[in-house]
Each structure stands twice: as C-alpha cells, then as structure tokens.
C-alpha cells in the first residue's frame, strides 16, 4: 500500500533553516508528482512546492520563493523541502502529497518558527 512518512520538522529560531524529508513506497515514485502542503491553526491547507517526476520543474507558493526548494531522489523514493531564512507565518504542519490516480498524504511534520 502507498505510505508517504515525514520527517524532519521542529522548533526553530526565526531566520533559521530546516530540511524536510517524505520517504515514499508502495507505488513507482519516479513517475509521479509530488508536492509539499501546509496547514497552519485556523487556516485551510495551502500548496507549499510541487516537484515534476523528473525533477527538471518545481513551482512555489510566492510567500515561498527564494527562501524553500523543493527536490527529489527517486534513486531513494524521498523528496525534501530544504527550508531557510523561516519566518514565524511558517509554523505549520507540513504534509508530503502524492498525486496518483488518487491521491495521498502523509501523517505530517510539525514546524514551529519562535524564538
């Protein structure tokens, strides 16, 4: 069955930096899309990065740009989202999204940005 387990997040300091990682099975990872979602207290779950199969295309939320990239191993069925200059609007729980022919979540990674 497909299972989708994030890693990764914690408690930092605003400015700094995190990297999250989705390890993937149960399904033929290099040949789907995959993205990355966040959900903050109160707020519906907003679309963070999404990465192609081949990883030749990525495409960010704007209150993301410059500061999150998105990438992928399919050698090693993970994708990660390499987090810097976070900021306080970030803490969430990050989810890790498969888009089969259905599609797929993870359990989630809790990212709090206080100091």
């Known amino acids: 069955q497909v299972q989708l387990v994030e890693s990764g997040g914690g408690l930092v300091q605003p400015g700094g930096s995190l990297r999250l990682s989705c390890a993937a099975s149960?399904?033929?990872?290099?040949?789907?899309?995959m993205s990355w979602h966040r959900q903050a207290p109160g707020k519906e779950r907003e679309l963070v990065a999404s990465?192609?199969?081949?990883?030749?295309?990525?495409n960010y939320a704007d209150s993301v740009k410059g500061r999150f990239t998105i990438s992928r191993d399919n050698a090693k069925n993970t994708v990660y989202l390499q987090m810097n200059s976070l900021k306080p609007e970030d803490t969430a729980v990050y989810y890790c999204?498969?888009?089969?022919?259905?599609?797929?979540w993870g359990q989630g990674t809790q990212v709090t940005v206080s100091s």
């Open positions: 999204k498969a888009l089969l022919p259905e599609t797929y």
């Open positions: 990465i192609v199969s081949s990883g030749s295309r990525t």
């Open positions: 149960g399904f033929t990872f290099s040949s789907y899309t």
